[in-house]
């Protein structure tokens, strides 16, 4: 069965609760290890549009324990403070769950340097991506290797295995759950910590882009060229989409 404290409940008795959360909340960084009972999500399938008994019509909604909000926070925290204060940061084309960023604008930066491109003469081509369910395609393995490359300490490593590892969810419909089944991939949605651990997975994207530029904002990305022609910025993009096809590949995205 899924269980987890709610909010009201936090609320009413957050004076004798704030003790023990504290206490959870340090044992579990200092010793790395992220409490099982936090692992368990309750999914709740929200209509979009279309067929009704279409399944692919549903948006998965991932509501997971609060309490362990508080951990993934202070943790998040620790993370962004040493991206910001180390060479090993987000790439400076990563618009998505940034302090002072957003979808305005990762829009005002593209459009500003096309028109600029362009005012140059010649073309501007692109190629839009944006991968089907990446959040939940992410691989563990090849997460914990690519974390290790932004000099997180063998601590912080073993937190975050231990984090992604063990998960259930169940689905919730009305007043009735669903079997609780496990899954070993993917990043947990609604979480806090998942978002910036996807970004984290793809920040090595625009490395493969060579002579391109690159603009991602989240999963959704943006490679494109300045050429003379519609047929030199083509066999520009065509040349870099084949790097980019093998760092998917590579990335089990």
């Known amino acids: 069965m899924c269980l987890g404290w709610t909010l009201p409940f936090l609320k009413n008795y957050k004076e004798s609760l704030i003790g023990p959360i504290t206490k959870v909340t340090n044992t579990s960084i200092s010793q790395g290890v992220f409490p099982r009972v936090w692992k368990s999500a309750i999914i709740t399938a929200i209509f979009k549009s279309g067929d009704p008994a279409d399944v692919s019509t549903y948006r ?9 909000k508080v951990v993934e926070k202070w943790v998040a925290e620790q993370l962004i403070s040493h991206l910001n204060n180390s060479p090993f940061t987000l ?5 998505g769950f940034r302090a002072k960023d957003s979808t305005e604008t990762a829009n005002c930066f593209l459009l500003e340097n096309v028109k600029s491109k362009m005012d140059k003469g010649g073309v501007v081509g692109a190629v839009f991506l944006d991968l089907r369910k990446a ?6 393995e090849v997460l914990i290797t690519k974390l ?5 300490s063998p601590d912080a490593l073993r937190w975050m295995k231990s984090y992604l590892e063990g998960r259930t969810q169940c689905v919730r419909v009305s007043n009735e759950l669903s079997p609780t089944l496990s899954y070993d991939v993917g990043v947990p949605q609604g979480s806090i910590l998942g978002p910036l651990l996807f970004s984290l997975y793809i920040n090595d994207l625009p490395s493969v882009c060579t002579g391109s530029e690159v603009q991602m904002y989240a999963d959704d990305t943006v490679i494109y060229v300045h050429a003379k022609s519609k047929q030199q910025a083509a066999q520009e993009l065509t040349t870099v989409m084949v790097q980019v096809t093998k760092w998917l590949s590579d990335s089990l995205l």
């Not at 998965?60 to 362990?68: G, K, M």
């Not at 959040?135 to 563990?140: I, P």
């Not at 290790?148 to 997180?152: H, L, R």
């Open 60 to 68: 998965p909604i991932s509501i997971l324990p609060v309490v362990s």
């Open 91 to 95: 790439h400076s084309m990563q618009f």
């Open 135 to 140: 959040f939940d395609t992410v691989n563990h």
């Open 148 to 152: 290790s490359k932004f000099n997180f």
